[in-house]
């Protein structure tokens, strides 16, 4: 909520409307909670059923809607763990256009599969990514197509109890803890807080790099961890961007005038970065998730020619960049760059992070 409070303001929205339509909602949201309880109900006492497989399954996920960094989490696993296990990620394939299980190939496109499995399997070809609405039937069907999967993968899976994952991954962002958030649409929960005790590991990403020890501790016991899970916390780590089409790399400096373009939910870190790093931004935001037309591009074109400043570069972000590749002809010739991201552990924590990881792969136990 503060996050989005802190947005809402650079876009000069009226607050005092903006509190009242949250307020009217409020019952809405007390009705969405009921029925995400009951839900959650049904799975505790078993009346709906839970499907376990004979294999490692991670699961990454969170209790909020909008961005807590699952994507650059699931990379982080994915780098981590494709040299010493066949790995396969499985995702929903939001908003593709199509319907059922599939599995990326040479010819595949985000239309096919969506953003975020289409960006896994451009950096991460050697590895198997596919997409299916019920995991519960994608499994299987995964596991025919690569039977030497060791490992899979659950991306945005938290919330979907129809398949136990052996290893539960939760994410918070630091800025907007479950614990101080509220139902949907009044808040940003889709999931009930106290669904943060089916996690094994909590991850509170995006948080400052200066975070202290005391800070530390306070976040730690606003979370309550119960005593088999454990609480890690990591920032975003941004990289040098590298252009869309050619893969060149350019660094941002401080005489550098920047056109963002973003379709993502959260975009509120990086354009803090880029106020620190550029010397003025300028910014074209969609909706997460936006399937870009042709005049779209043209838009974008014309606001960058509009920029008098003669060092100038448009930016945008990994999952976005999967979404504008289809324009390759006529991005090639323009100063068109993409920003890599991935979380980075702070106070040290990265390899008892992976060393966990990797003890629930080896330690587990097919069932008989």
Not at 29 to 46: E, G, I, P, Q, T
Not at 64 to 88: C, D, N, Q, W, Y
Not at 125 to 135: K, L, M, Y
Request: aromatic share 10%.
């Amino acid at each position: 909520m503060a996050s989005l409070q802190q947005e809402l303001k650079k876009m000069n929205v009226n607050f005092p409307l903006f509190r009242t339509i949250r307020i009217l909602l409020f019952p809405i949201s007390l009705l969405y909670a009921l029925v995400v309880k009951v839900r959650n109900w049904c799975f505790d006492k078993k009346v709906f059923g839970s499907t376990t497989f004979n294999l490692p399954i991670i699961c990454v996920g969170n209790l909020a809607v909008g961005g807590t960094g699952k994507s650059p989490m699931v990379e982080l696993l994915i780098h981590s763990l494709k040299g010493r296990f066949p790995v396969a990620v499985l995702s929903r394939g939001y908003k593709r256009k199509t319907r059922g299980y599939a599995l990326a190939g040479v010819h595949t496109t985000a239309l096919d599969i969506g953003d975020e499995p289409m960006q896994f399997h451009s950096k991460f070809p050697d590895v198997a990514v596919a997409v299916g609405e019920e995991r519960i039937v994608a499994i299987p069907q995964l596991l025919h197509d690569r039977p030497d999967t060791r490992v899979i993968i659950l991306d945005d899976a938290f919330q979907h109890r129809a398949v136990k994952a052996g290893l539960n991954i939760l994410l918070t962002d630091y800025s907007n803890l479950f614990t101080r958030d509220w139902w949907l649409p009044s808040g940003d929960l889709r999931d009930a807080p106290g669904s943060y005790t089916r996690a094994d590991l909590i991850v509170v990403t995006k948080c400052p790099e200066d975070l202290s020890e005391d800070e530390r501790r306070a976040t730690v016991l606003e979370i309550e961890p119960l005593n088999h899970q454990q609480v890690f916390f990591s920032s975003i780590q941004y990289g040098l961007p590298y252009h869309i089409i050619k893969g060149n790399t350019t660094p941002i400096t401080g005489r550098m005038e920047v056109l963002l373009v973003t379709g993502i939910a959260n975009p509120a870190p990086l354009k803090k970065w880029l106020n620190e790093k550029a010397g003025s931004y300028y910014e074209l935001a969609y909706s997460d998730h936006h399937i870009f037309t042709i005049d779209d591009l043209k838009h974008m074109i014309r606001r960058f020619n509009h920029i008098a400043e003669p060092n100038k570069i448009i930016l945008t972000t990994e999952k976005d960049a999967v979404r504008l590749t289809k324009f390759r002809q006529e991005l090639e010739e323009w100063p068109f760059y993409v920003l890599p991201i991935e979380p980075r552990f702070l106070f040290g924590e990265q390899p008892r992070f992976t060393d966990l990881i990797v003890k629930f792969i080896t330690d587990f136990k097919p069932s008989v």
